[in-house]
């Protein structure tokens, strides 16, 4: 589960250059705790990680804090918003392994 919800903030921003959203879920630290990664028009998952997490399945999370980025836009999201796109993602990157 993410961290508690007075303390985190979540956002996604698009990379153009990537043609990829990106989705977050940021500690009151600025450290990424939950990160997703869309893909492409179809949106494919090709990332969930979490930190701490080493399963390289789900990817790995952002190595620097959110306040040392630069050129990014962020779009906010609530929890709710946040979790769908998270459990969805898992669950499609869960379930390429069987």
Request: hydrophobic letters at 40%.
């Given at each position: 589960?993410?961290?508690?919800?007075?303390?985190?903030?979540?956002?996604?921003?698009?990379?153009?250059?990537?043609?990829?959203?990106?989705?977050?879920?940021?500690?009151?630290?600025?450290?990424?705790?939950?990160?997703?990664?869309?893909?492409g028009p179809a949106q494919r998952?090709?990332?969930?990680?979490?930190?701490?997490?080493?399963?390289?399945?789900?990817?790995f999370t952002a190595e620097l804090?959110?306040?040392?980025?630069?050129?990014?836009?962020?779009?906010?999201?609530?929890?709710?918003?946040?979790?769908?796109?998270?459990?969805?993602?898992?669950?499609?990157?869960?379930?390429?392994?069987?």
């Open positions: 589960m993410g961290q508690d919800e007075s303390v985190s903030r979540w956002f996604r921003s698009w990379w153009e250059e990537e043609d990829t959203w990106f989705y977050f879920e940021v500690g009151g630290d600025g450290w990424v705790s939950r990160q997703v990664e869309l893909e998952p090709v990332a969930a990680a979490s930190a701490g997490d080493d399963d390289a399945r789900y990817g804090p959110v306040t040392e980025w630069e050129g990014h836009v962020e779009v906010p999201m609530n929890l709710q918003e946040f979790e769908e796109v998270w459990n969805a993602a898992r669950q499609h990157l869960t379930d390429l392994e069987v």
